[in-house]
């Protein structure tokens, strides 16, 4: 990698980590974007797991005085769940209309939520429900790599405030990409190349982890859903193509 290769990838891997620091969630989705003109799918894969697993363990561990482990338990128990599941459908599922379908969810989803009154389901659900939420991430995350999706939408649907929306659906994400990368490990994915890039990307990554987290601290509740909301959006348009 040389030339204009190396600054690509270091840029973004920095807007990457900028985005996931201030809303939670979408590292992949803005750094592959662009790593996937350098990089290849297997490489894209490998650090979008190893890098996710930084960003997400370092926002937790940023906001671990706001988790709740009573509220987290049936989340994690369905993500344990579904990763698995949905690795194994890889071997039958069709990549590009599984990506086409959530697309359209997301943009769907996005844009009704943007343009309606915010409305929200109840405050306290069942654990039943909140396990069936995480089983549904954890089969998209073994399936497409996002690893907080549907986590994300379900606690911007129940209008929770930012600090417990990132606490909920974060975590969650972290065990996700654990499981992720201990399945391409075994599956021999870590190279050396890939090794080399992951340990030149950590000082852009740390960076932008950080300016999104102190950006986070000065937005209110309603301007984060804003964002969230734009970023699904354009997550959603990202998976079309």
């Given at each position: 990698?040389?030339?204009?290769?190396?600054?690509?990838?270091?840029?973004?891997?920095?807007?990457?980590?900028?985005?996931?620091?201030?809303?939670?969630?979408?590292?992949?989705?803005?750094?592959?974007?662009?790593?996937?003109?350098?990089?290849?799918?297997?490489?894209?894969?490998?650090?979008?797991?190893?890098?996710?697993?930084?960003?997400?363990?370092?926002?937790?561990?940023?906001?671990?005085?706001?988790?709740?482990?009573?509220?987290?338990?049936?989340?994690?128990i369905g993500a344990?769940?579904?990763?698995?599941?949905?690795?194994?459908?890889?071997?039958?599922?069709?990549?590009?209309?599984?990506?086409?379908?959530?697309?359209?969810?997301?943009?769907?989803?996005?844009?009704?939520?943007?343009?309606?009154?915010?409305?929200?389901?109840?405050?306290?659900?069942p654990p039943a429900?909140?396990?069936?939420?995480?089983?549904?991430?954890?089969?998209?995350?073994?399936?497409?790599?996002?690893?907080?999706?549907?986590?994300?939408?379900?606690?911007?649907?129940?209008?929770?405030?930012?600090?417990?929306?990132?606490?909920?659906?974060?975590?969650?994400?972290?065990?996700?990409?654990?499981?992720?990368?201990?399945?391409?490990?075994?599956?021999?994915?870590?190279?050396?190349?890939?090794?080399?890039?992951?340990?030149?990307?950590?000082?852009?990554?740390?960076?932008?982890?950080?300016?999104?987290?102190?950006?986070?601290g000065r937005i209110?509740?309603?301007?984060?859903?804003?964002?969230?909301?734009?970023?699904?959006?354009?997550?959603?348009?990202?998976?079309?193509?």
């Amino acid at each position: 990698m040389d030339g204009i290769e190396l600054p690509l990838f270091l840029l973004a891997t920095f807007a990457g980590a900028f985005v996931a620091g201030l809303s939670g969630f979408a590292f992949g989705l803005v750094a592959a974007s662009l790593w996937l003109y350098v990089l290849t799918p297997l490489q894209s894969a490998s650090l979008i797991v190893g890098f996710g697993l930084l960003v997400q363990g370092y926002s937790v561990w940023k906001l671990r005085n706001a988790l709740d482990w009573r509220r987290l338990w049936p989340f994690m128990i369905g993500a344990v769940a579904g990763v698995p599941l949905g690795v194994s459908l890889l071997t039958w599922a069709d990549p590009h209309s599984v990506r086409i379908a959530v697309g359209a969810i997301l943009i769907a989803y996005s844009l009704y939520a943007l343009f309606r009154p915010q409305l929200k389901v109840a405050t306290v659900v069942p654990p039943a429900a909140d396990m069936m939420v995480g089983l549904v991430n954890g089969l998209l995350g073994g399936l497409t790599g996002l690893a907080g999706i549907v986590i994300t939408i379900w606690c911007n649907l129940r209008g929770l405030p930012k600090d417990i929306q990132r606490a909920t659906f974060q975590p969650v994400a972290v065990v996700v990409f654990a499981m992720a990368a201990l399945l391409l490990g075994a599956r021999g994915a870590l190279t050396f190349e890939t090794a080399k890039l992951f340990a030149l990307g950590l000082p852009f990554l740390f960076a932008g982890t950080w300016l999104g987290l102190k950006l986070f601290g000065r937005i209110d509740d309603a301007m984060f859903r804003k964002i969230v909301l734009a970023l699904l959006f354009v997550s959603g348009v990202a998976l079309l193509f």
